[in-house]
């Protein structure tokens, strides 16, 4: 097994590089000496290395008293591989290799597949036992899937700024469950996505620069403490998403960089050898590299139970550089097909979700049809239009009308998530209400219409933590959310709103079930620029949504929106209500059709619509319509039945 897994490693095929690489607690058996009958067991730990071009190595930690005499590593394949037992160790240890490298200096470097790690400022490996977590989250993994026609509402979260540090310390992952999951069940999200927690030095890269690929951020905890995190989130019904960064990595010498003397896991070019962050760029060309990085992403999927990768950066590697004038990086892009592949063989119910600013096309489509074989991708466009649109002043509005029409004109290309992530937050662009046009009531109008927005467009969502309090400062990885804003009614309001929103989005089929197809979609107010008035419609068996929005401050009292079905609408949702912090323009009773619409739809509805509102509107589909549904659903059917039939006689007959 160990030599099929580093034969596999070195053709850039496995993704069980952990359980051969690094330190692995084990037994060594030695075998009877005559004239004892029995062998001798002795318990330690197993330390192998793959390091091509580095001699006389050595394994160093708190044991041997950093003695690079006392536990030499013998080269046991001529492809690089270094090993060593010793007996007696345990957990929490630290470590290093410490050798000769390709150029005669000696180097002592961390494990590149160490499971643990000191905090920094200290560089050290830590040897960790990984196996034995009592997982208790059977009923969960048994039912995930990839959440195709289902609601997906992301939570993004870093760790260590959600509630802030405990007595001058990071809260342990224990301590961030202990809060988090009585918020999301109250704020109604369905899924966590952590900010990167692989072992990385400097606090303000925010974990997209690691120089430890397997080993869990030490800031919050140890491993176990990370599965407790994912597995009580489970058992609450949580989903729980890892951002990875497999691009790039930190510049530091004690880690993956310049590792033998050699650019073992960097690009050699000295043109691609570092990226627009100033980190190194991974050579994704590289078949041990491509293993070493696809194994860390299924390391995290096995052991801690993860239920989806977010890939950052996919522009980086489709693309030279992250330029599109550069061309395709095929190496990268072979590399991005066969970890996507090779994770879905090991885990067909685990997501694979693209972080891409690119038109690079098929990032979701499936690889048997030549695609990468995501099954969701960030749409970016969206997010930049968007927020672009409602930072503008409304008597501009008309002429940026394209803005809020065109995603629909490339959506069903792809599986698109529509993110409101940490990075609109930061580095001086101001959070999502300070995008936000107009006065301070208006900047809370827009951005109560900007959510009610995103979860009515298609698509999967995702909010970055805070966005849901409202707040005008930046996020800052040092400091805590602002929770007291919360005593405030008007940020209070739109985190109520938030929540009311993720609550609509889980009982209405018309706002996930096939939302990628569509025959689900239609506009019914789409050419209004003049008075930036936008309506569409989305319908899935017994529920049909129209959603209107008021881009402006102006105000109607029977203003005429068009609608596919002559009916009864109910006001499901407003977001000029007071609850929400609005002047409550909304229509509170059941409103009726008529024949003829705006913009050549067979009806309309007269409606209230207020300034800057956002509503949602829903159809009553009566028990004769649901029976003519239903009888044409038997028809159908029976006539597929009839003609298998017919298909199987003939097939008898010949």
């Not at 030499?72 to 690089?80: R, S, T």
């Not at 899924?191 to 397997?214: C, K, L, N, R």
């Not at 789409?526 to 008035?533: F, I, L, R, T, Y």
């Amino acid at each position: 097994m160990a030599y099929g897994i580093l034969y596999d490693y070195l053709t850039g095929q496995t993704i069980e590089a952990f359980r051969y690489f690094g330190a692995h607690f084990g037994t060594l058996e030695i075998p009877p000496v005559p004239p004892k009958k029995r062998g001798q067991k002795i318990e330690g730990v197993y330390f192998r290395l793959y390091a091509p071009l580095a001699s006389d190595v050595s394994v160093i930690g708190e044991w041997n008293n950093w003695d690079v005499r006392a536990n030499k590593m013998q080269k046991i394949d001529e492809a690089g591989v270094f090993e060593t037992f010793v007996p007696g160790l345990h957990d929490y240890q630290s470590y290093k290799f410490h050798f000769k490298n390709a150029r005669g200096e000696y180097v002592d470097k961390a494990d590149p597949f160490a499971f643990y790690s000191e905090l920094r400022p200290q560089t050290c490996s830590r040897l960790y036992d990984i196996e034995g977590f009592p997982w208790l989250d059977d009923e969960w993994m048994k039912k995930r899937d990839r959440n195709f026609d289902k609601a997906m509402s992301i939570y993004e979260m870093h760790l260590g700024s959600w509630q802030g540090k405990i007595d001058n310390r990071y809260p342990s992952y224990e301590e961030v469950a202990d809060r988090l999951i009585p918020y999301l069940q109250e704020t109604g999200f369905t899924h966590v996505e952590i900010m990167p927690i692989t072992q990385y030095p400097f606090d303000g890269s925010w974990g997209y620069q690691a120089t430890g690929f397997y080993s869990v951020d030490s800031r919050y905890g140890n491993p176990k403490q990370l599965m407790s995190f994912v597995d009580r989130l489970h058992r609450a019904g949580f989903g729980v998403i890892l951002d990875f960064a497999p691009v790039h990595f930190a510049t530091d010498y004690y880690a993956l960089r310049d590792f033998d003397g050699s650019c073992l896991y960097e690009y050699a070019f000295p043109e691609h050898t570092f990226s627009p962050w100033g980190s190194c760029q991974f050579d994704l060309g590289k078949d041990p590299v491509r293993s070493f990085l696809m194994s860390a992403m299924n390391y995290f999927l096995t052991y801690f139970h993860f239920d989806g990768i977010r890939v950052d950066a996919v522009s980086n590697i489709v693309y030279w550089d992250g330029n599109k004038a550069n061309g395709e990086n095929t190496g990268a892009t072979e590399f991005i097909r066969r970890l996507n592949g090779k994770i879905h063989y090991a885990h067909p119910d685990v997501m694979m979700i693209a972080e891409d600013s690119t038109d690079f096309v098929g990032v979701t489509k499936p690889l048997e049809y030549g695609g990468l074989g995501f099954d969701y991708k960030w749409d970016l466009g969206w997010m930049n239009d968007t927020l672009k649109y409602y930072s503008k002043d409304p008597i501009y509005k008309k002429w940026e009308h394209n803005k809020l029409t065109f995603s629909m004109a490339y959506f069903f290309s792809e599986n698109f998530l529509l993110p409101l992530s940490h990075d609109e937050v930061v580095h001086g662009k101001g959070t999502l209400i300070n995008k936000m046009f107009g006065d301070y009531d208006t900047k809370f109008a827009l951005l109560r219409n900007l959510y009610t927005y995103q979860f009515a467009h298609p698509g999967k969502k995702l909010n970055f933590m805070g966005n849901e309090l409202a707040s005008f400062d930046e996020w800052n990885e040092q400091k805590s959310l602002p929770w007291n804003l919360l005593s405030f009614p008007k940020h209070d309001s739109v985190r109520r709103l938030l929540r009311d929103l993720n609550l609509i989005y889980q009982s209405e089929d018309a706002m996930k079930f096939e939302e990628y197809n569509p025959a689900h979609f239609q506009w019914t107010m789409v050419d209004n620029a003049e008075q930036s008035v936008f309506a569409f419609e989305r319908e899935a068996g017994d529920s049909d949504l129209l959603f209107v929005f008021n881009m402006t401050p102006n105000y109607y009292d029977g203003y005429e929106v068009g609608c596919m079905h002559d009916g009864i609408y109910d006001e499901l949702f407003n977001s000029d209500k007071d609850v929400y912090g609005g002047w409550n323009n909304y229509n509170g009773l059941p409103l009726t059709s008529y024949p003829g619409g705006p913009e050549n739809r067979p009806h309309h509805l007269s409606i209230k619509l207020g300034s800057y509102a956002a509503m949602i509107f829903k159809r009553r589909i009566v028990k004769e319509e649901k029976s003519r549904e239903k009888e044409t659903t038997r028809v159908k059917k029976t006539s597929r039945s009839s003609k298998k039939k017919v298909v199987s006689l003939n097939a008898k007959k010949k």
